[in-house]
């Protein structure tokens, strides 16, 4: 009973994941406007025709947009194929609570509790802590460094 509970609960967790990770498509028909209402200094990744380049925004405008990589960058809304917002932050909080629920989960499945009498050096709920903060660094970083949850913002018709 509670190894089947277990497994639920470890197979519901890798579910919700895989869903964050699923991008989000972009409104229907021409979605410039949205690029238009970004933020100055907003971090975005331009995949244009002949090149892709992560860059901070500095202005955007009906046929245009500047970013700055180092230098300044101009691209022609007509050679832009995406443009999506980095989501680093929310990336990193997704791993950590995937990676710690599964973590811990696993932790507490595999170790079996202390009955009196028993040597116990790590109790269960111990264990459990250990492989859940392990595997939530373990997610905080796989996450941070994917950006699997970054957001189409454009995308050419």
Known sequence: MKRT?????VLALALSA????????????????HVQM???GASINVKARTSH?????KSVDADS??????KDVVFQRADILTIQISRRGRSALI??????GVGALLGYATTSSCKPGDLCIIPRGGVAAFT????????????GLTDFAKSTVYRAP
């Open 53 to 57: 380049v992560s860059c901070t925004l």
């Open 132 to 143: 859940g903060v392990t595997f939530g660094l373990i997610g905080v970083i796989t996450g």
């Open 38 to 40: 970004l933020p100055i």
């Open 65 to 70: 947009l500047t970013c700055t990589h180092g």
């Open 95 to 100: 791993g950590l609570a995937a990676g710690g």
């Open 18 to 33: 895989n869903a964050a990770q699923q991008p989000t498509q972009p409104p229907a028909g021409s979605n410039w406007q």
């Open 5 to 9: 509970l277990v497994v639920s609960l």
